[in-house]
């Protein structure tokens, strides 16, 4: 870990994904750490969860763009709650049931 977050290699190896992975996320704008006084990525432990649903998300057959669109929704600025993550999980098993029911 680096001094005021999380770095790139502690992610990687808590969410299972390979170092280029998580930047390749970053790229796509799915998670947006900061900079130390390095340069260094510098990442929250809500990014871990994000990536972990990005990881789920894509399993289950959605977009990268869909995936982007759905965490877009969650709050700017603060690690989202129980609450907001049940949210955005209701609407994920709305399409869901939505492909079931085809």
């Known amino acids: 870990m680096v001094a005021r977050g999380l770095s790139i290699g502690y992610v990687a190896k808590r969410t299972g994904l390979a170092v280029s992975a998580v930047r390749f996320y970053e790229e796509e704008g799915l998670v947006s750490p900061g900079r130390d006084r390095g340069g260094r990525r510098v990442f929250e432990r809500g990014d871990i969860r994000r990536l972990s649903f990005v990881l789920i998300a894509q399993r289950l057959g ?19 709650t129980r609450e907001d993550w049940a949210a955005l999980a209701e609407s994920f098993r709305d399409r869901i049931d939505a492909r079931i029911a085809g």
């Open 62 to 80: 959605f977009s990268l763009s869909e995936i982007r669109t759905a965490l877009d929704a969650l709050p700017k600025g603060r690690n989202p």
